[in-house]
Nanobody, 123 residues
């Protein structure tokens, strides 16, 4: 099993920036991808961004050009740099680690959901 610790959320004004971190430990060899999801109040959890060891990166249309996902494999840590934040980005952000099969575009989680980190963007 893979254990995750998320950090970096907070309160920021619209147009501001935040950087989220997600450190993985445990069965690291079982994963090749780390992903960020978010869940706003009353909404379903949505995929925000994904990065694989092979450099495959995905962004939701709503964050393209504003968010950047990266990873430091030596530290088993993924980051989500969020710029030009909007009030609609307000949500609890969760990271997850798993296996991404590029040929089938399927993602298989290998970690539980963490506690998440709250991001609040004021207008």
């Amino acid at each position: 099993q893979v254990h995750l610790v998320e950090s970096g959320g907070g309160l920021v004004q619209a147009g501001g920036s935040l950087r989220l971190s997600c450190e993985a430990s445990g069965s690291i060899d079982s994963i090749n991808a780390m992903v960020w999801y978010r869940q706003a109040p009353g909404a379903e959890r949505e995929l925000v961004a994904r990065i694989t060891n092979g450099g495959n990166i995905y962004y939701a249309d709503s964050v393209k050009g504003r968010f950047t996902i990266s990873a430091n494999n030596a530290k088993n840590t993924a980051y989500l740099q969020m710029n030009s934040l909007k009030p609609e980005d307000t949500a609890v952000y969760y990271c997850n680690a798993g296996w991404y099969a590029a040929n089938s575009r399927s993602y298989y989680p290998r970690s539980h959901w963490g506690q998440g980190t709250q991001v609040t963007v004021s207008s």
